[in-house]
């Protein structure tokens, strides 16, 4: 018995010794894990000795399991946080001093995921990988040859710029970003590598494409009419040339993260590495790449405090506080609350620059971006309001200069981006319960507004709708408590019926009346108003829609749901006088807008429950928005909404009932070309229609706000759009076409060739 007891004795403790080390190992790849997620974020332990825990805990044999997730967690940090490449550089230098197979291991990982980045197209991943790579050379891991001749490669196809009329071109927007690749990772390596033929070679390369490269849709980009907006490639090779002409002085305020240089000694004993030759992935047809792009520049180098300096625009400093806060706001957007503790954590590690501005100024930068924001505009919004309430006594302070510098400048914003102002600053102001500087917005006026709705100036029209987007998201008496007096006249009218078949003395006034006591009964039904209408003689069938409309509608009145439920209960009637023709729609969408005169919101919801109802047909509806009838509300926010909206409910239907052909995706769309190419159509007609006025007259303004809102709509739809070149060409080419218009859509065709 006792060999039998001790067997099993050393059975059990073999497999106590297993279970042992296999949950040390998992510990370590937890911990492990821990520390590298970790480089990738502002405070807490300096990044020093978060490297120093890593290489502690890397210091013995590392098994096949966990080399493969420190590979998948290296690619996926340095894709996420392309500015702190630095940081997992120097922790695979450290890496290379007690492992140089695996340190190889990691290099060639890398350069395979470099390649796969391209060919997916994960162009924020490829520029982490490329200053992953220069990284290392000054973490002491590749030599300088291999990286300059790596660097070379990727701007090679930089040297050869084509004509844009040659048959199948490269697209500059490839060229830009190879270059912008290289160009932003020149700070970097600047300082050592300057004087070196083949560094020189690269400058060269890029001054010259810099030089030759045409930067046609800068102007249609451009947030603001009366000032060029630089070109961001251009303008970040005239901050990098200045570096240069300082010999690479290093950028004040550890700018650049460099937490290699803590172990510089070390570092430097470890085995050097050669990049493999690199060549890039051929261009692809049809292969999107980033679009063109201008600066934003809000605020002067001179609005700092004595305290905090914010760096001239053409500094490279700002460039490289506005690429931090970028990345932050890449990997973090969808978290408001990690996202904001890492952005004043930034702003707390650079005490003496004034970060706050910059990063009030990225934000706002991004979300008023042309053609379009990367993210909806709540998400822009939501954090704003997270960096406010998380420090109090900066960041709102910076919030309302921007918002006072925005409204001073509204004169000269483009049409495409007021929307986004609107909405961004009705959401911020309603989580601070509406407290503004509203009289020094008075006093920023050089004379009084006119609140009148004929009055189509800028600032007037921004106050119109701002003062009406915070009225929809509190309630009026709270609105009117705030405003000043001198802002009263912008409030909207109280939102009221006029049923204008109290008179009775109007045509269909009786038939309205039969109407309303036959809908008022227990016994009302379909039929019997369907009959009521039918056996009435003496009136036309547009007066009969447009009493129906207006019976139905004013009856539904006190909410939404009571006029849902009246539509739903007559809406065999509505379909039955209206029929498919555009005329009859339109005297149903007249009804409503002359009962809903004063309120803007009820013709926008209504009118999209109609669409949804099937009552109104798409094509109607834009030919009703962009008709005659509506000239006056085209300067109006909601009219475009509910045109936008007009074309989400095709694409949206179109989605559920068609089946999109693999091998011919030509034949899915249709129906929403259709109706884009109708609306290009009839607002050109209408911009064309218009009669040319003075600067500063009424026509003018309103020439001015439709020709914007067809800018808005182009870069919306802009893939769209984009299939349909050869249509929007012939319409700019008509001679007799006004020239800003033909310019506009000129413009627009630049950008998308580009």
Known sequence: MEPGRRKRADWSGDEEDDSRRKRMAEDKLVAVDRWMRSLSYQGGNSIELKLENLSYLLRNEIS????????????????????????????????????????????????????????????????????????????????SSSLLSFLAGLVKECENVKDPDDVDPVPQTRLDWLAYCVLSAVPLIGRDLQGKAEFEGIMLTLQIYIKKRSILPTAVLGIWRDSKQRDYLDLLWQRVDDMRRELFAEPEHQLIPRPYLAFDEALSIGPLHILRDFQVTPHEPKCPYPPPRVSFCLFSSDIGDEQRELP???????????????????????????????????????????????????ILGEMLHLPASQWININYGALLVELCKRQPEKVPRVVDQAALILFDRLDYMSVACFDRLVNWLSFHLSNFGFAFYWDKWGRSVRSPIDPSVNNLQPKAVFLRELIKKCVRLSYPERIVEILPDFLAGFLPRTS?????????????????????E??????????????????????????????LTQNCLYLGSKSFSHTYAILCKYHSVLKEMEAPE????????????????????????????????????????????????????????????????????VRRVQQQTEVVDVDCPSEAGCAVRGILLDIVNRSVKA?????????????????????????????????????????????????????????????FLAYVKA
């Open 582 to 649: 555009s005329e009859k729609q339109h005297a149903i969408l007249g009804g409503l807008f002359e009962l809903w005169v004063d309120s803007d919101q009820y013709k926008l919801v209504v009118s999209e429950r109609l669409i949804r109802m099937k009552v109104i047909e798409p094509r109607s509806m834009v030919s009703w928005i962009l008709g005659p009838q509506m000239r006056k509300e085209l300067t109006k926010m909601y009219a475009w909404e509910l045109l936008h909206s007009t074309v989400r409910h």
């Open 518 to 547: 036959a809908m008022r009964s227990k016994q009302s039904c379909p039929e019997m108003i369907s009959t009521i209408i039918n056996s009435t003689t003496g009136i036309g069938p547009l007066l009969k829609i447009n009493v």
């Open 496 to 516: 009221i019926p006029h049923f204008k078949f109290v008179d009775e003395t109007l045509p269909g006034a009786m038939l309205s009346k039969n109407l309303l």
């Open 312 to 362: 001239h625009v053409l500094r490279i400093e700002r460039h490289l506080m506005e690429i931090q806060i970028q990345d932050i706001l890449n990997s973090q957007h969808l978290e408001r609350r990690s996202c904001a503790d890492n952005l004043l954590a930034y702003a707390a590690s650079k005490s003496q620059l004034a970060v706050y501005h910059s990063i009030v100024e990225v």
């Open 64 to 143: 096949a399991e966990l080399r493969k997730h420190i590979l998948q967690l290296l690619i996926a940090c340095v894709g996420t946080h392309p500015w702190q490449s630095s940081a997992y550089a120097t922790f695979v230098g450290l890496l290379n001093i007690v492992n140089f197979e695996f340190a190889y291991e990691c290099l060639t990982f890398m350069m395979q995921k470099l390649h796969e980045s391209i060919c997916n197209r994960e162009w924020y991943k490829v520029r982490g990988v490329v200053h992953f790579l220069v990284d290392l050379y000054n973490c002491h891991v590749v030599t």
């Open 687 to 747: 911009l064309s229609a218009a009669p040319e006025e003075q600067e500063g007259s009424e026509e003018q303004y309103w020439f001015h706000w439709v020709l914007g809102r067809l800018q808005e709509t182009l870069f919306i739809y802009a893939a769209d759009y984009k299939n349909m070149s050869c249509k929007l060409e012939k319409i700019s080419a008509e001679g007799d076409l006004r020239e800003s218009i033909s310019k506009t859509i000129r413009g």
